[in-house]
C-alpha cells in the first residue's frame, strides 16, 4: 500500500495564477482532510470530506476550493494565488472506525 | 484559532535522558492525540488517549491526561537519536457530525549522541 500520496511534492506560483493540489488513499478511507502547516502555527484545518461526494469547510476555507468525486482522491485547487497561501499543504485521511489520521507527504507551495 | 498550546517549543536533551513535552488545551474534547514529524515529513500517529483516559503507554511512550486541568503529557524514556522530530497534540472534538482534530505549536524535540 502507497498509504496517502499528494502531487506536486513543491510548485512555485504567481500571484493570480491557479493550480490544484491532489491527494491520493488507497486505504478506503472515508474521511479525507486538507491542513496548511505554517511556521509557529502548527496545522490548521482548510476543508475535510467524510466520503465521496460531500466537502466541509475547515478552519481556514477563504481562497480554496475542494472537491471529492472518487473516495481515493481529495482535491485541493487554488483559484488565484496570493503569497498569504504559500505554505506546506498536508492531505490526511482516517477509516469511519478509528480516529488516527494518516498523512501524507506534503506539498510545498510557494507564491510569489 | 489554535486549541493546543504546546511547551516547551523546543528541547535539547542527552541521548538516553527522557524528554516531556506538555499541551494545554482550551475546551471539551473526545481524545487527544500525539503526533511526531520528521523534518520535511508528514505527521505520523504516535498514541491516542481518551478523555476518559488518565494514562496510556505505547513503549516507550507515556501519555497522561488531565481533563480537569486540561492538560495532557507525553513522556519519552530512554531517548534515541532517532527521536529527534517535532512533536504535536491534537485535541480531538465533534462538529456538525465529524471529528476534527485541532493541533498545538508543536514541540522540537533534539537528542543529542
Known amino acids: 500500500n502507497a498509504g496517502v500520496t499528494q502531487t506536486p511534492k513543491f510548485r512555485v506560483l504567481k500571484t493570480g495564477q491557479s493550480m490544484t493540489l491532489l491527494c491520493a488513499q488507497d486505504m478506503n478511507h472515508e474521511y479525507m482532510y486538507w491542513y496548511r502547516q505554517d511556521p509557529g502555527m502548527g496545522l490548521r484545518l482548510i476543508h475535510y470530506s467524510v466520503g465521496e461526494g460531500t466537502t466541509a469547510k475547515g478552519e481556514v476555507p477563504d481562497g480554496y476550493n475542494v472537491s471529492r468525486l472518487k473516495k481515493q482522491n481529495f482535491l485541493l485547487g487554488l483559484e488565484s494565488a496570493a503569497p498569504s497561501q504559500t505554505s506546506v499543504y498536508f492531505c490526511a485521511s482516517r477509516w469511519t472506525g478509528s480516529y488516527e489520521q494518516y498523512f501524507g507527504p506534503g506539498t510545498r507551495l510557494t507564491v510569489t | 484559532s489554535q486549541q493546543g498550546e504546546e511547551d516547551p517549543q523546543a528541547l535539547s536533551i542527552q541521548e538516553g535522558e527522557n524528554a516531556t513535552m506538555n499541551c494545554s488545551y482550551k475546551?471539551?474534547?473526545?481524545?487527544l492525540q500525539w503526533y511526531r514529524q520528521n523534518s520535511g515529513r508528514g505527521l505520523v500517529h504516535l498514541i491516542l488517549i481518551r478523555s476518559n483516559e488518565r494514562e496510556k503507554h505505547s513503549g516507550r511512550l507515556r501519555v497522561t491526561l488531565d481533563t480537569s486541568k486540561k492538560s495532557s503529557s507525553l513522556l519519552i524514556t530512554a531517548s534515541r537519536a532517532a527521536d529527534t522530530a517535532s512533536y504535536f497534540c491534537a485535541t480531538a472534538s465533534y462538529f456538525q457530525g465529524a471529528q476534527k482534530l485541532v493541533f498545538g505549536q508543536g514541540t522540537r524535540l533534539t537528542i543529542n549522541p
Open positions: 475546551t471539551s474534547i473526545n481524545n
